[in-house]
């Protein structure tokens, strides 16, 4: 998803959540940080170095 560019709201449908509010809940309960705050930090580590 990340190197996709999807959003949070298309996989929280694609994994069978009724609703992105309902997925971010769920995340936020079981990782104790918002979803974004994961994407944040999977971007930055699969950050593609630029071409020189």
């Given at each position: 998803m990340i190197m996709e560019g999807a959003t949070a709201a298309g996989g929280a449908a694609a994994v069978g959540f009724r609703s992105a509010s309902h997925y971010w809940r769920d995340c936020r309960q079981a990782r104790g940080r918002?979803?974004?705050?994961?994407?944040?930090?999977?971007?930055?580590?699969?950050?593609?170095?630029p071409a020189e």
């Open positions: 918002p979803s974004a705050a994961d994407a944040v930090l999977e971007q930055e580590q699969f950050a593609l170095v």
